[in-house]
């Protein structure tokens, strides 16, 4: 079982950065791929970014290209998201989520999931 937790979320102005965190905790030994999601309202849940275990590999949906960068410590078993320029489409609940094996964009590929943290973006 491995537990993540999400922080880093709340109000950012448009074209502003944030840095979401995810710690995770429980059998963080094992190699496990993360990703990012986001959910906004009744929308479907959103594939953001993608990180392999080693972090040599990453993956990023077309929203977040250019703007965004994923990037893990796993020696302190987290997992961030560093948000630039950001746009008034981006406010949603973002979650972290983990995976044994590579890193993917389906997000149900992942077993593990955070609680989300929610981002608004002022304009």
């Known amino acids: 079982q491995v537990q993540l937790v999400e922080s880093g979320g709340g109000l950012v102005q448009a074209g502003g950065s944030l840095r979401l965190s995810c710690a995770a905790s429980?059998?963080?030994?094992?190699?496990?791929?993360m990703g990012w999601f986001r959910q906004a309202s009744a929308n479907r849940r959103e594939f953001v970014a993608a990180?392999?275990?080693?972090?040599?590999?990453?993956y990023y949906a077309d929203v977040g290209k250019g703007r965004f960068t994923i990037s893990r410590d796993n020696a302190k078993n987290t997992l961030y998201l560093q948000m630039n320029s950001r746009k008034p489409e981006d406010p949603a609940v973002y979650y972290c989520?983990?995976?044994?094996?590579?890193?993917?964009?389906?997000?149900?590929?992942?077993?593990?999931w955070g609680q989300g943290t929610q981002v608004t973006v002022s304009s």
């Open positions: 990180i392999s275990w080693s972090g040599e590999s990453t």
């Open positions: 429980g059998r963080t030994s094992s190699t496990y791929a």
């Open positions: 989520a983990a995976r044994r094996g590579g890193a993917a964009p389906n997000p149900q590929h992942y077993e593990y």
